[in-house]
């Protein structure tokens, strides 16, 4: 299993990968997703994130403010079984793009502040 941005490019290198799909859920829970080609994939994609529309997400973003990253998270990487073409898929978390911070309406956002303040307060 990847823990690591570079276990996950091993993974992709090593079990002939073609395309990896980014997946994480909108505001009312929903699973939503995009797909890339594998050799879009680099060690910089786990920091520096990739740009999609924010405005296709229903509830996100404005069509004028529509910028976004969805940042994957390489622990939870692992191949999906069913698919015909070799596909590494990731849960990703999204960001404001320009402060890199995690964005409001993401819930994987609300899970993340709500694990810190329980850690910063000794409750969990």
């Given amino acids: 299993m990847a823990q690591t941005p570079q276990d996950v490019l091993a993974m992709i290198a090593d079990q002939g990968i073609r395309v990896v799909d980014f997946r994480f859920t909108d505001f009312p829970g929903h699973w939503q997703h ?3 080609m594998a050799s879009e994939i680099e ?4 920091e520096d994130g990739l740009g999609f529309d924010g405005s296709s997400i229903r ?4 069509i004028n403010e529509s910028d976004m990253l ?3 998270d390489p622990a939870t990487a692992l191949i999906d079984p069913f698919l015909e073409e070799p596909t590494l898929v990731m ?3 999204i960001a404001d ?3 890199k911070s995690g964005y409001s309406r ?3 956002s609300f899970a993340q502040k709500a694990e810190a303040y329980m850690q910063s307060t ?3």
Avoid: K, L, R, Y
């Fill in 106 to 108: 993401d819930p994987s």
């Fill in 43 to 46: 060690e910089e994609t786990f």
């Fill in 70 to 72: 969805v940042i994957p």
């Fill in 122 to 124: 000794c409750i969990g």
């Fill in 59 to 62: 509830g996100w973003q404005a």
């Fill in 34 to 36: 995009f797909t890339v």
């Fill in 91 to 93: 849960i990703c978390n």
């Fill in 97 to 99: 793009p320009i402060t």
